[in-house]
């Protein structure tokens, strides 16, 4: 239980990746302090941060658990959470692609404009012929490797026959690119080559920029199965122990769990007493006693003595599986919801397509020439393309979510700012959302070196208590005192010595209403109380909400006295005891009912609910699950960026409407003149890059969307 | 006019370099964390162990 002693490990064997989650790094201090912090160390070969992702891997030894690496965050000052083992694995694989494509456009856009500038300024003759050759020499492979991402995309839509806004576009550059080769080949005038690549580079700009947001926090699913214990100690008919992997345990069997090992599998206890940890399921803090024929559930940690546990449940069958299913067809239902460049498009599509035939056959009808023809129906192919449409949506929620980023609020996916722009209700949850969520201690009766000595007691051990204790002693700056014999004694506490004299942290002779442990120092004993207070501007943020138009109420898995207490302080109504299922019920009942619930919530019993929500924001405390199917992610003591997220989203939405208004008008305006012919394929490349530029330049202006306050 | 037949490989091949150079970098991991890379300029390493 002295964690951070044992990671002076000597056994120097094989080294393992390990990654941890820290939402709570923030500045270049919070960078240096982790990697010294963790470097530093026996065992730990490297420790790298990503401030990005607020990750950090660490390279060590095989003898530290990710256990230990949370300790030692903890101890630097950061809550920290081990994810998934996959250091290699990149989550952003498409994104690289469409970079790649991007890097190559450029490339071939450049280089093309270079020798189309030198043909438009007059070069003739072989001249011309060589630098047309030249062009159609860059272009066929710029085009035919930037253009993939387009060309799959209207294959897929062509073989399922629908079309998507990659149809006009692949047609377009196609048909630019085909007929500037029949020109090269034929010596004439005019290649199209420039228009084709130019339109690519800023198709692909804009969706590399929606790539690039949508990635930015993206983790498995599957970090919240591995969350549950990976193995358990199985007890033999012969009485003999045997260990085995989760996935061979069959219900039963009889587990022998010990102190601070998870469960593999939902039981019930057959033997001995202890206290679990069950806050990664219900978000309570507060560890639970367990005895006798209580029931316990895998990913809940064992934080006292061994137990004897029969396996009732295992794999697919426990809660925490259970849980994960329900997320995942909430957010299944969720994702239909389709996105608005996407409905968009499907009326856009075909309107360009049937304007571009419209073009050719009319002109063809008029006694122009097939090529003429052609050419502007190019012309009316690229003007129209809808790239300012294309970035309205994308460039608008790049702006929004990095100005919330800078706020301390992550958002997931574009899609989410559409929603938030949409609700009209909240729901919280109580413990660790409106709540802070750890235990706080009151620690203001007790002088320096009952501090001190409390928070080298506390320091030791992981009881949830211990954890909270400890955390406020450190805020507080205070240092631990130099106390020596420490150990702890289940079910009783912690003890050691000071300077000759008993020191311990035990739990309270006589029960009271709220959680406190006695401090004795000799043969003086002091109580301190512990309670989990409201976030600091939680009742601010709620009359911020309400002014808003939403309306607010609480679902907790909590005892009903408590949820009615907050729920009274902060004038909403309040539900307690309420399961995930039951959170799940009620919110699909507010959304039968024609509302748009937004879901704030943190624990893993929220997480369902999280996912069914039209819209949701978890803490950057809450369990992995969670921020997985949350929208976005706040991180910090002050609940003021849900609020922040509602107000931006709601300008978002507004750029995105004068976006759209914009782009209708530009085409309005400039498919007529195409029509009519008085528009080469170039000029309207240039014309179609403009009406982006206005775009994005408008969706600047949400840069500031989120000053202001907070 | 023979001065761009060596002109147009040069200007190409510049290009090209740099092209390559970015393809390097992004498979280097140096586009993972933009974030990160700003805010370490201001890291102080004078007792940087490591």
């Known amino acids: 239980m002295n964690a951070p002693a044992a990671i002076d490990v000597a056994a120097h064997g094989q080294l393992t990746d390990t990654r941890l989650t820290v939402p709570g790094m923030r500045c270049a201090g919070c960078i240096a302090k982790i990697e010294r912090g963790l470097g530093g160390v026996d065992g730990i070969a490297s420790a790298r941060v990503n401030f990005s992702a607020k990750r950090v891997a660490v390279r060590h030894d095989k003898g530290i658990s990710e256990q230990d690496l949370v300790v030692r965050l903890q101890n630097l000052g950061f809550e920290a959470q081990a994810i998934a083992s996959n250091p290699l694995a990149r989550d952003d694989r498409e994104t690289q692609t469409l970079l790649r494509a991007l890097a190559v456009a450029g490339f071939g856009m450049m280089n093309i404009m270079l020798l189309s500038v030198s043909v438009w300024s007059g070069a003739g003759g072989v001249t011309r012929e060589l630098f047309h050759w030249l062009s159609a020499l860059i272009a066929i492979p710029v085009v035919a490797y930037s253009g993939r991402p387009f060309f799959s995309s209207a294959a897929m839509a062509l073989r399922y026959r629908r079309t998507n806004m990659d149809v006009p576009i692949s047609i377009g550059v196609v048909l630019a690119t085909g007929l500037s080769i029949y020109e090269t080949l034929m010596g004439g005038e005019h290649a199209y ?231 009209d209700a909240v729901v919280f949850d109580k413990t660790g959302t409106l709540t802070l969520g750890d235990m706080r201690a009151d620690v203001a009766a007790l002088d320096s070196e009952q501090q001190s000595i409390a928070l080298a007691l506390a320091q030791a051990s992981l009881h949830p208590v211990s954890v909270g204790l400890a955390k406020t002693l450190s805020e507080r700056g205070q240092g631990p005192a130099d106390v020596v014999h420490i150990e702890e004694v289940s079910g009783q506490g912690i003890k050691g010595s000071f300077s000759g004299r008993s020191v311990a942290l035990r739990r309270p002779r006589q029960r009271s209403g709220t959680t406190s442990v006695d401090l004795q120092i000799g043969e003086e004993t002091t109580s301190i109380d512990f309670a989990d207070e409201l976030r600091p501007d939680a009742g601010e943020t709620v009359t911020r909400l309400q002014a808003m138009g939403l309306s607010a109420t609480m679902l907790s898995g909590d005892a009903e006295q408590a949820v009615s207490d907050v729920a009274l302080e902060l004038g909403i109504s309040g539900r307690g005891g309420v399961d995930p299922a039951g959170k799940l019920r009620a919110l699909d009942a507010m959304k039968a009912k024609g509302r748009r619930p937004l879901m704030v919530g943190d624990g893993l019993n929220d997480g369902p609910a999280l996912a069914a929500a039209h819209a949701s924001i978890a803490p950057g405390t809450a369990s992995d699950a969670s921020q997985q199917a949350a929208d976005a992610v706040f991180i910090g003591e002050r609940l003021k960026p849900v609020a922040l997220a509602v107000q931006v989203a709601r300008r978002t939405m507004a750029i995105v409407r004068q976006n759209f208004g914009f782009a209708i008008g530009y ?16 000029i309207a490349a240039i014309a179609m890059s403009l009406s982006s530029l206005v775009v994005v330049g408008n969706s600047l202006r949400l840069a500031r969307a989120a000053e202001g306050d907070v | 006019m023979s001065v761009l037949l060596y002109l147009i490989p040069i200007a190409l091949g510049m290009g090209g370099i740099g092209l390559a150079v970015f393809f390097w970098a992004m498979r280097d991991g140096q586009f993972e964390d933009l974030d990160g890379a700003a805010n370490r300029i201001l890291i102080d390493d004078e007792n940087d162990a490591s």
Request: glycine share 10%.
């Open chain 1, 193 to 423: 080559f420039d228009s084709a690549v130019m339109l690519l580079f800023f198709l692909l700009a804009g969706r590399a920029l929606d790539d690039t947001m949508r990635n930015k926090t993206r983790s498995g699913i599957g970090a919240l199965l591995s969350r549950m214990g990976r193995s358990a100690g199985v007890v033999q008919p012969d009485g003999t122990i045997v260990r085995m992997d989760a996935d061979e345990l069959k219900p039963g069997m009889l587990m022998l769990l010990a102190a601070g090992e998870a469960l593999p599998a939902d039981g019930v206890v057959e033997k001995g007493t202890a206290s679990i940890d069950n806050s990664m399921l219900t978000g309570e803090s507060a560890p639970e006693a367990v005895g006798h024929g209580a029931l316990v559930h895998a990913g809940a940690i064992n934080l006292l003595h061994p137990i004897h546990v029969r396996v009732t449940a295992t794999g697919s069958d426990t809660a925490i599986a259970e849980i994960a299913r329900l997320m995942d067809e909430a957010g299944q239902s969720r994702s239909r919801y389709v996105r608005i460049a996407d409905r968009a498009s499907r009326l856009y599509a075909p309107a360009v397509h049937s304007l571009a035939l419209l073009a050719f056959v009319g002109w063809m009808l008029a006694g122009a020439g097939w090529h003429q023809s052609l050419v502007i129906a190019i012309a009316v192919l690229i003007i129209t393309c809808p790239c300012a449409m294309g970035l309205a949506v994308p460039a608008a929620q790049i702006v929004a979510s990095g100005a919330l980023i800078r706020k301390g609020l992550l958002v997931k996916d574009g899609s989410a700012l559409e929603r938030l722009a949409e609700v």
């Open chain 1, 667 to 682: 085409n309005i305006l400039a498919v007529p003149l195409a029509l009519a012919g008085f528009v080469t394929p170039l």
